[in-house]
């Protein structure tokens, strides 16, 4: 007899808010740690990778795993190669947006593909998109149905309680990230302080705090 979930609704139900809340802290927390691990392998150095001011987040890796969850819970029956072809097209095209945002909010870019062949703009290529094909069928055909199964381990009110405290954590430290960062192109562009909000920011989240957190990005505008 299998052992019934009683914390989220089973794989074979619809998905839940809290299951997308766990999928994103667990994507973005395995980010920083890939991140980090490919840069050590690259240079033999440890140099930090956060995508967010607080903890170690990158939350494309986040939004990733949201996306693929939402992108191909409706497929996770299908075939793997149809899975694959949702998986590749869907990644890129979030890959593609989410480097144009970046570069039309806060005028830089993390990450450019210009020097890999069939490459769109240097934002996202071929390559990358095979790769996120591959991730998205492992990802939906094993890792999500072991990550629900996972969570059943937790009592309701622990899970209830740490879902709470992770979404109140994740909006605060999004959001100070993008008004610190926000802040920082507009000192960039010689704006200067003229109300308590940016005065805040300026005295807290100074260049050379977000140069160190940030230091992969580069200024291209």
């Known amino acids: 007899m299998k052992k019934k979930l009683k914390n989220y609704s089973p794989i074979t139900n619809k998905l839940t ?3 997308l809340v766990w999928i994103f802290v667990v994507g973005s ?3 920083y740690i890939i991140e980090i691990m490919l840069v050590f392998l690259r240079k033999e150095l440890f140099i930090n990778r956060q995508g967010l001011i607080y903890g170690p987040f990158i939350p ?3 939004i990733g795993g949201v996306l693929l969850t939402l992108f191909l819970y409706k497929f996770k029956d299908s075939k793997p190669y149809f899975i694959f072809l949702v998986s590749a097209i ?7 947006i989410c480097s144009w945002v970046q570069q039309m909010v806060w005028g830089t870019v993390s990450w450019n593909y210009s020097n890999i062949a069939f490459n769109l703009g240097g934002r996202t290529s071929l390559y990358n998109a095979i790769q996120l094909g591959i991730v998205g069928v492992i990802f939906i055909k094993i890792i999500y149905p ?9 009592s309701n009110k622990a ?23 926000y802040r920082q192109t507009e000192r960039r562009n ?16 100074p260049d ?5 957190i940030y230091n992969n990005s580069k200024v291209i505008r």
């Open 17 to 19: 808010f809290s299951q």
């Open 29 to 31: 927390s395995l980010g």
């Open 60 to 62: 494309i890796y986040g």
């Open 90 to 96: 869907g990644g890129a095209l979030v890959e593609y």
């Open 146 to 154: 072991w990550f629900c199964i996972e969570l059943d381990h937790f």
């Open 159 to 181: 899970y209830k309680f740490l879902t709470i405290v992770f979404v109140a954590f994740m909006i605060f430290d999004i959001s100070i990230s993008i008004a610190a960062t």
């Open 190 to 205: 010689n704006i200067k302080a003229t109300n308590d909000i940016q005065k805040f920011l300026d005295y807290h989240y």
């Open 208 to 212: 050379i705090l977000l140069n160190s």
